[in-house]
């Protein structure tokens, strides 16, 4: 029986050199079997017809790999794979509502598919959580966490908009709106290439509104990154890249670059968001992403939302991660390479895991390196201005205003995401308007 509820998005990644480095699950191939997905928010093929899909009245049957499949009637019952994953077959049934389409991804929760939803007569995306206790538990915490989002969110304008969930065969499906791609996923079929300025300056405000609007309501992401940021539109249009166009052709694809039609986001995975509780200390974020309070052990709160913004945010001007790093002590000179010396009051609090990167009242850099290619990577590292420099034409010395108020050491110093929307690089942008 399904009862109306809600949903959440993906985890992935891998801490990994060379700076273009693969994330688990983007492009995954659509196998025409029985099978688990991949997900994580790519962009989403278009269904060759939607009036194919016949009506929940209908109980004609099709051939499907070699199969005969009830339209409107539920698959024969299999066994999970040995990871708990439900298996199943493109065109099937997933209740009597939904019709599996495609496969759009997979992460450690479970999978993601595309399906038509009958009732609606709309595409949807259905996450399908393993049948497994504590992926189980887990999701039913996490969809309580989006109603009260859904709840406060009324235009739906911030955060993806959660449809309804069900159990199915063990399996907590979570069904919500279908979104473009993350911003990683376009960026990584954009051969990394950065966005327009205008362009990630509208982002960033639409990504620091969703935050604020979260920590209003005493809720802390803890796992923001461009893989979990969607563009509402898959739509993009091609315009010369003139970084490349003294040396290219016209006639060459690497002289043109996609830009997003429209800059409409939303924030997606809330499967680690918790309520601000005083000095939480346990390990959150994607490292790339992680704020160095976190790292050293001197807990956290709304702040860490704020420094994963600010790594986003370059990573949209340059088309590349900021810290691209596997490893703390690499992770927190790098850090210093770019922002400057930590502070010797954080370095002198650090805890029992993280002291045996400081030496002397100062990050025992590069004495205790891993290797030599650690230090080159750091080394190579430019400061925060000049590589914002680099990539932006206008609006650099506001952006990198933002950009140091963003990524301050102390949290306590840092912006929060209100006083970052009152920042001149949005509100010079309005004046002009």
Sequence with gaps: METERVTEFPFAYLDRRPRKRARLGWDVPQAPKAQVGMFCGQELGNVTSYASLMAPSETTTISLFDKEVTRNGSPPWREDDK?????FLLGENLTTRYKIQSKMGEGTFGQVLECWDREKREMVAIKIVRGIKKYREAAM???EVLQQLGKHDKGGNRCVQLRNWFDYRNHICIVFEKLGPSLYDFLKKNNYRSFPIDLVREIGRQLL???AFMHDLRLIHTDL???NILLVSPDYIKV??????SSRSPKDSSYF??????SAIKVIDFGSTTYERQDQTYIVSTRHYRAPEVILGLGWTYPCDVWSIGCILVELCTGEALFQTHENLEHLAMMERVLG???QHMLKRADRH???YVRRGRLDWPEDAASRESIRAVQKLPRLQNLIMQHVDHSAGDLIHLLQGLLRYDPSDRLSAREALRHSFFTKDSLRR
């Design 83 to 87: 990871d708990g994953h439900y298996m």
């Design 141 to 143: 915490i996490e969809i």
């Design 209 to 211: 509104e969703c935050v």
């Design 225 to 227: 990154k461009p893989e």
């Design 240 to 245: 010369p890249d003139y970084n490349k166009s």
């Design 257 to 262: 670059k996609r830009v997003p039609k429209s």
């Design 341 to 343: 010396s930590l502070p």
């Design 354 to 356: 993280a002291e045996k």
